[in-house]
Every structure is written in C-alpha cells, then in structure tokens.
C-alpha cells in the first residue's frame, strides 16, 4: 500500500505493481497521511509512506515516528526508514562540491520554531564557519528573515563568500545560479529555493564551488 | 571507464557491462586515483570515479573537482557530481528520524585542520543546540578528541541527550546503539563509527530516536 501526496505517487507510478494500492493525499495534510500509513500497518498491511527529498532531513519521517511513539508499545507496526537525497545534497552536485568541510542546514521557518532559537543559530553558524544551506529560505508571508540571515552571516565571513540559489532541484524547471553572500539577490528567492552559502575558504572557478578540504592554519599533507 | 577503490568496484562489479573497464586503486591514494580518472576523462573517455556514501559529504569530489580547477579553462572535460547516501543520513535512518530539526556536520579530524578551529565548532553547535554527527570520531592515533567533543557539547545540552553509535553502516557487521551523552562510551567508538548527538529536545522511545519538528516555546499547530 502507498500513501503519500499524489504528485509524488504519480512520479513512482511506473514503478507499482499490479498487487499494490495507492492512497493520494493533498500536500498540506501530513499529519493526516501518517496517521492514515500507522492505521493501515496496525491492520496488518505493509505500507509505505512516500515523501520527497529525504524524509529522514526535515522530512515526513519524524512525524510518523513521533505518531508510532504514542501507540502503545504492544500496538506498533515494524517501522523503518528509507534514507533518500535531500535538496543540500542535489543542490551540492549542482554546484560543485561545496560540502568538503563541516556543515549545517538551518530551516528559516519560523511556524514551528521561534526566531530568537533561529537567530541564535544562524550566529553560532557565523561563529563556528559553517557552510550553512537553508531551508523554506523565504516565502509570501515570510519576506524579511532571509536579509536577516545575510546579514548575521555577513558577521562571520567576507562579502565575496559563494552562494548556490538552487530552485526546483530534480524538477525539468530546474535552475542552479552562483552569487555572492554580499550580493545575494534576496527577491528571487522563494520557497522552492534551497541556499547554500560557502564558509570562509570556499571559492568558485570554471563556474564551480568548492569548499576545500584542508582548512587554513593546518599542515596540508 | 571504471575508477575507485578495488573493495568498492567489486561491490558493484555485478552492474558493470562488458564495454566498461575498472581501474583498481588503493584505499589511501585518493589524489593518485583523482589524477588517474581526470587524465582519462582528457584523453576523451567517460569516466565514473566511485566512491563510498556521498561523494559530495567529505568525499572525493572535492579533491577532482580542486584537480579539474587547476586544469586550464580550454583542457577541463566535463564533470557532474551524482549524490549518494552519507553515513548520517543512513545512521539517522536506522536509529530513527533524530534529523527532523537543524543539524551539523563536523569532522574530528585534525589532519587537514587546526583542532582550534574544530573546537570553536564544537562551542558552535552547543551554543546553536544542532543536532550533531560527528565524522572520524576516534582513530588509533586520536584517542582525546572524542572526549572533548563530549565535554563541549553537555556544556549545552543535557547529559541524558540521546546519542546513536553507527557502526560499519550499510555492511554486514553494522551495529547501532543508543546511549546518553553523559555516559557515551568512548572506548568503543573507532574510524568506522559515525557519533550522532542529539539536540536539547530529542528523545527515545521504544527503542527509536525522534528529534521532535515543533521547538519549545513555538506554537504547535
């Protein structure tokens, strides 16, 4: 049995074999959809809840966990999570090989977290000069936390740091573009956008990032 | 054409057509093979240069990709990253969905960089409260640097943080356990294990780790 968003489904749709059964869900009603996927495996059936990206990061994952938690011990289903290829990860092999240092993702949403716990985040990445990717960087109702973020890692790295602005990675409407951390144009960002910004050390060179493997300061063998 | 470390083509030696030619390579001679693959893919060959887990996550793609920069603009052949699995996502995966909130990545490994720039990071990621995986926790030669780790992190976070071992993941020895940051055995972690240290809210239930979305003090929907 699948369950998940029936955009997604369709894409695996080739994939289904005649003895398994879909149940398509709108986008919004995750928590309908897991509650849906337990229900169905306390019947006894095997079901997977289909997510995009990786739904162990940031994923649907969590939210059908902490639901298996609140069963009672005895009434849990076997539960087991398939690791995929999350947006940092595309964005990363789009751009080059901007991960080769120590990194941190950061999801700018603030409907489950407040700010302040976000901000304080975005400083210790300053800090600690992460290679930071960002995660629901902007949308329609959240327009100004994105020029903040700039400007606390501004704090922390030079204005000619790289960025990557990946938007609608893995999709036909794919497009992958280079910038700077001081010239980030925040306005083309929007909820489809995965940032990813360089720490110190990172550069670009025949139209490709990377962040090098040895950092300053050490002996290189 | 085929380039990697021999262990890992013969793993995969079961998809390679009969047209396709491997070159086998040494574990520690990961610039030679770098080198190899890209003096192939001049003479105008198409080369895959394998490599374990994610070879954008601390991999080999940095290192060909640094190779591919140095070549003059007109010599460069064409290059593409394809993203794989990392060991944190496939250690969060088995030990449950402990990725559901911002994370970090950080490498112990002070060869190529100064273990002062690995400790402000470490400070970093207590005072961010990130979920943390730690790479190259503990190694032969590095027998202190875990404990430190530890140290830093319960500066911020409680001692009873859950914490997974994951150990020689995806093989047939792979081993995963639960433990509290304060009482984290450090003795039994070595290079093949992959530390992931929860952040202040995770927590284990029924033998699974969940970090929870919702951060305390946000609004829950």
Do not use: K
């Not at 940031?58 to 087991?80: I, K, S, V």
Request: glycine share 10%.
């Amino acid at each position: 049995m699948w369950v998940g968003y029936g955009l997604y489904l369709d894409l695996l749709e080739p994939l289904r074999r005649p003895d398994q059964l879909r149940s398509d869900g709108s986008l919004t009603e995750e928590r309908q959809r897991c509650r849906e996927a337990l229900e169905l495996a306390c019947q006894g059936l095997t079901v997977a809840l289909v997510s995009s990206g990786d739904s162990g990061i940031y994923g649907m994952a969590g939210l059908a966990l902490e639901q298996w938690m609140a069963l009672a011990p005895g009434d849990r289903p076997g539960f087991t999570v398939h690791p995929g290829v999350s947006a940092l990860q595309l964005a990363a092999a789009r751009a080059g090989a901007p991960l080769m240092h120590d990194f941190c993702t950061i999801s700018l949403s603030d409907r489950l977290t407040p700010w302040g716990v976000i901000e304080r985040r975005l400083e210790a990445a300053a800090a600690g000069d992460f290679v930071v990717a960002l995660y629901n960087p902007r949308s329609r109702g959240r327009d100004w936390q994105l020029a903040r973020a700039q400007e606390l890692l501004l704090a922390g790295r030079p204005a000619s740091t790289p960025v990557v602005l990946a938007r609608q990675l893995g999709r036909q409407e794919e497009a992958v573009s280079l910038h700077s951390l001081g010239g980030l144009p925040v306005e083309q960002v929007d909820m489809l956008t995965l940032v990813l910004v360089g720490n110190s050390s990172s550069r670009v060179e025949g139209g490709r990032m990377v962040t090098p493997r040895g950092y300053p300061g050490a002996e290189l063998s």
